[in-house]
T-cell receptor, first 116, second 110 residues
C-alpha cells in the first residue's frame, strides 16, 4: 500500500514570494492534516480536513496561508507571501477517520521550506 | 492548558545499553498517547500507542512504553539500543487533536 506522498521535498524561496505544497493521502483515508514543524519543535497542526471540508484551522495563519482539498483527495497548502519565520518542514498526514480511538495518522516525508 | 512535555532535549547512549525517554502530559482527562520516531529526512513513524487497558504497551522495533496515571507519564523504553535507533522521538497526546512534545534527539555511540 502506498504511503502519503508529498512534493516537492525541498523548496528554497525568498521572503515575500509564494509557494505551494502538494499532498496525496493514502487511498481511502477521509481525513487529511497539514502540520508545520519548526526546527527543534514538535509538529503543530495547521489544518485538518474531513473529506473536502475543514474540521479545524484554528492555528492556520489565514492572512498568508491557505489550503484546499478539492474532491476530498489531494490537498494543496499555499503560503503567500512567505516570511522568514515560515522556514520549517511541512508534514502531511492522513487517517481513516477523525474518531480518536482509530485516529492513527500516517505521515508523509515532508517538504522542507527555507525562506531567505 | 493542555500540553505534552519531553524533559530531555538530547540523550546519548552506547550501543547495547538501555534507553528511556520521558514524557509527561497535562490534560484534564487521560488522552490517547503515542510515541513517534522521525529519522533524518523521513516522516513520522508510529512506534506504539496507548488507549486504555494494560499500562505496559509493546510497540515496533523492540520498544515499549509504560503509562502511569499517578505521574501523568508515558515513558518509552528499549532494553538494548542499536545504532539504527539514532533518531528524534516524539511523544504525542490526542483528545480531539494530536499535540506533540518538542522531541528528544537520541544519539547512539559505538
Amino acid at each position: 500500500e502506498a504511503g502519503v506522498a508529498q512534493s516537492p521535498r525541498y523548496k528554497i524561496i525568498e521572503k515575500r514570494q509564494s509557494v505551494a505544497f502538494w499532498c496525496n493521502p493514502i487511498s481511502g483515508h477521509a481525513t487529511l492534516y497539514w502540520y508545520q514543524q519548526i526546527l527543534g519543535q514538535g509538529p503543530k497542526l495547521l489544518i485538518q480536513f474531513q473529506n473536502n471540508g475543514v474540521v479545524d484551522d484554528s492555528q492556520l495563519p489565514k492572512d498568508r496561508f491557505s489550503a484546499e482539498r478539492l474532491k476530498g483527495v489531494d490537498s494543496t497548502l499555499k503560503i503567500q507571501p512567505a516570511k522568514l519565520e515560515d522556514s520549517a518542514v511541512y508534514l502531511c498526514a492522513s487517517s481513516l477517520t477523525t474518531a480518536p480511538t482509530y485516529n492513527e495518522q500516517f505521515f508523509g516525508p515532508g517538504t522542507r521550506l527555507t525562506v531567505l | 492548558a493542555q500540553s505534552v512535555t519531553q524533559p530531555d532535549i538530547h540523550i546519548t547512549v552506547s550501543e547495547g545499553a538501555s534507553l528511556e525517554l520521558r514524557c509527561n502530559y497535562s490534560y484534564g482527562a487521560t488522552p490517547y498517547l503515542f510515541w513517534y520516531v522521525q529519522s533524518p529526512g523521513q516522516g513520522l513513524q508510529l512506534l506504539l500507542k496507548y488507549f486504555s487497558g494494560d499500562t505496559l504497551v509493546q510497540g515496533i522495533k523492540g520498544f515499549e512504553a509504560e503509562f502511569k496515571r499517578s505521574q501523568s507519564s508515558f515513558n518509552l523504553r528499549k532494553p538494548s539500543v542499536h545504532w539504527s535507533d539514532a533518531a528524534e522521538y516524539f511523544c504525542a497526546a490526542n483528545d480531539y487533536k494530536l499535540s506533540f512534545g518538542a522531541g528528544t534527539t537520541v544519539t547512539v555511540r559505538a
